[in-house]
């Protein structure tokens, strides 16, 4: 594929070549085509992206310009005694026009963001892994706005919904998963969202992101853990601050904190046995 590519774009650049010492008017589209292109192709400077259909938006201009150069020169051969006919290609080309160009018009404010997009196409294709996943993240951005600090549960909620369905139709995505986790925090579910970055992280085992995301989920468990101590619920407290440790064995404060107070449930369980 990538080689016949490769051919097509060279004889694309011949051809521009061809038609410019010629001076012919077909020359400015093909011009157009690789002038775009060439800056985003990867061929010349690494974009550290992969090539998509997003990058040749530019390049299509003068695609565009070509096919309609193409199809009027044609209409313009037509014979006097087929006008008509000419006549009704034209006519078909300015409907398809007028429809099309409503079409973009009404899909343009859906490109207003991130989210107004994924949350319009998760409509359009509701069984798509990346859109889902992509749909998911969105409401994970509106839940965190301060601003919607009183539908961050709503938001959370819709996102999970997102996250869940993405999952049950492709159960190796690791973004899912790891966003799965990070929105389980928002819904204040700790132990839901440990799970799921381990599941992550089996996906990937050497992922930064989850290394780095467990290490701030033990800092969480710890602080839950001592709050819940606080209160009287060792129990749980114990259970938080053992899923701190799970979630990053080198959590030293969160090792101290265990030890200090099993120590103290052991005293107060001889003290209470006197």
Known sequence: LFRSSLFLFFG????????????SKGSFPLILILGFFIPVSNIFIDLGAVMGERLFFHASVGLCLLFSMLVFGLINKIPKSLTIFGQAIKISIIILLIIYST??????????????????DVVKAPNNVNILSAAGTAYYQLAILPKNAAQSKYYAKKADSCFTKSISIFNGYFPAFMNKALNYVVLNELDSSLKYVDYAQKLIPGSQNAFGFKKSLSEKFTLHGIELFEKGNKIEGLKS???????NKNNYRSEEHTSELQSQSTISYAVFCL
């Not at 694309?12 to 061809?18: C, K, Q, T």
């Not at 079409?103 to 319009?120: E, G, Q, V, Y």
């Open 241 to 247: 601050l053992s899923n701190a440790l799970k979630a």
């Open 12 to 23: 694309l650049f011949l051809s521009a070549i061809f038609l410019v010492l010629k001076r």
């Open 103 to 120: 079409l973009t018009i009404i899909r343009n404010p859906d490109w207003k963001n991130n989210s107004s997009l994924f949350l319009a």
